[in-house]
């Protein structure tokens, strides 16, 4: 089973950014399909980016442009750059994966603590 450590989150005015990290424990990490997901307060946890084992990535459109996914498999690690961030950006953000494909939410076994993103000024 994959562990999975989010990190980076934290509180910034509207138009900052912040790069979030997810390192995971598995082996073979370079074969994951990878994503990021965010749960804002009373809603439903929610897609953000994926990025294929190939590198192919894919966004929400509320993020396009603004959000770039990325992955250092060296690292076993996926990212989130996060750029001109916006008040309806604030969540609990949290990545998960599988191999060669990326799960409906309600799929995954476990999840990692997510870390929380603030955006207010």
């Known amino acids: 089973q994959v562990q999975l450590v989010e990190s980076g989150g934290g509180s910034v005015q509207p138009g900052g950014s912040l790069r979030l990290s997810c390192a995971t424990s598995?082996?073979?990490?370079?074969?994951?399909?990878m994503a990021w997901y965010r749960q804002a307060p009373g809603k439903q946890r929610e897609w953000v980016a994926t990025?294929?084992?190939?590198?192919?990535?894919n966004y929400v459109d509320s993020v396009k442009g603004r959000f770039t996914i990325s992955r250092d498999n060296a690292k076993n690690t996926v990212y989130l750059q996060m750029n001109s961030l916006k008040p309806e950006d604030t969540a609990v953000y949290y990545c998960?994966?599988?191999?060669?494909?990326?799960?409906?939410?309600?799929?995954?076994?476990?999840w990692g603590q997510g870390t929380q993103v603030t955006v207010s000024s």
């Open positions: 990025i294929t084992s190939s590198g192919r990535t």
């Open positions: 598995g082996t073979m990490f370079s074969m994951y399909y």
């Open positions: 998960n994966g599988q191999k060669f494909k990326i799960l409906p939410i309600g799929e995954y076994d476990s």
